[in-house]
């Protein structure tokens, strides 16, 4: 049985349909970080492929036309961004990214990293335009890449400390092999913050 999910207070504002269809793009951009990878990460943000068609696919009681309107109107208030960063000028494929508001909707309601999963997605594997991305090997980010995410949560972290300390490490954390450099910046976030004279970080 296919059972969707969506957030109270966005059905609120723009009904359950725009709702439902916010909340499974941010679980699917939350299932893509976790997994990591340079393919679904551009300008500091991370991307999930769809279509229109494919997205009303995934919502099979949604008519295109209705899913344009409603990603129309989730663009126009910034909760959602619509981009083509394929690698050819002539590549429309569509990519979203949901606005890291919306994206603690999609964790449990105690904080923790885990996900609520909602409909087909409840596999480990992400699902863009009726394609599975499989679970791929964990790909280091560059200085640059952890520069503009520290950008992004305005922290004070440096990135060449940040991926000099890692890479003599090997990329592992204690003996266990890390599977996203962002939860490790934000361990970092943390312990700067309420340890400000302490660098032994994980």
Not at 75 to 80: A, D, F, K, M, Q
Request: a positive charge; charged letters at 25%.
């Amino acid at each position: 049985m296919t059972v969707h999910s969506f957030n109270v207070d966005v059905a609120k504002d723009l009904g359950i349909n725009a709702a439902v269809v916010l909340y499974n793009l941010a679980y699917l951009q939350t299932q893509r970080e976790s997994q990591g990878g340079d393919d679904f990460y551009h300008e500091g943000k991370w991307w999930v492929r769809h279509s229109y068609d494919s997205l009303s696919q995934h919502h099979s009681y949604l008519s295109v036309p209705q899913i344009k309107r409603i990603m129309f109107k989730l663009e126009e208030l910034g909760h959602v961004t619509k981009s083509y960063y394929g690698k050819n000028p002539w590549d429309r494929t569509t990519y979203w990214s949901v606005a890291p508001v919306f994206l603690h909707s999609t964790k449990s309601s105690d904080a923790s990293d885990g996900i609520v999963p909602s409909h087909s997605t409840k596999s480990s594997d992400v699902q863009h335009d009726n394609n599975t991305i499989t679970k791929g090997r964990f790909s280091p980010p560059s200085v640059e890449q952890v520069k503009a995410y520290c950008q992004e949560r305005k922290n004070s972290i440096s990135p060449d400390d940040f991926v000099n300390h890692y890479e003599t490490n090997g990329w592992m954390r204690g003996k266990t092999k890390i599977k996203c450099w962002k939860a490790c910046v934000r361990t970092w976030e943390k312990n700067s913050t309420t340890k400000p004279t302490t660098r032994s970080f994980l």
